[in-house]
């Protein structure tokens, strides 16, 4: 099972897509988990593969 990464989040996203680029090694992450937070955001978690990091965003709902 893969590790979660829970980092905090660093910017607000107002479009989500399904990949974005590592702030790491550049490599594209995948959109890994939406968590619900609150009435007006949810929790974006981005996880990149090759260099095992993790990034996560809130974004307005």
Same mark, same amino acid.
């Given at each position: 099972? +893969?590790?979660?990464?829970? *980092?905090?989040?660093?910017?607000?996203?107002?479009?989500?897509?399904?990949?974005? #680029? &590592?702030?790491?090694?550049?490599?594209?992450?995948? +959109?890994?988990?939406?968590? *619900?937070?609150?009435?007006?955001?949810?929790?974006?978690?981005?996880?990149?593969? #090759? &260099?095992?990091?993790?990034?996560?965003?809130?974004?307005?709902?």
């Amino acid at each position: 099972m +893969l590790p979660t990464f829970r *980092p905090t989040p660093t910017c607000t996203r107002f479009q989500a897509t399904t990949e974005m #680029p &590592c702030m790491k090694c550049g490599v594209p992450m995948r +959109l890994a988990l939406i968590e *619900p937070q609150g009435h007006s955001y949810d929790l974006l978690t981005y996880h990149c593969v #090759p &260099c095992d990091s993790g990034e996560s965003f809130l974004q307005a709902i």
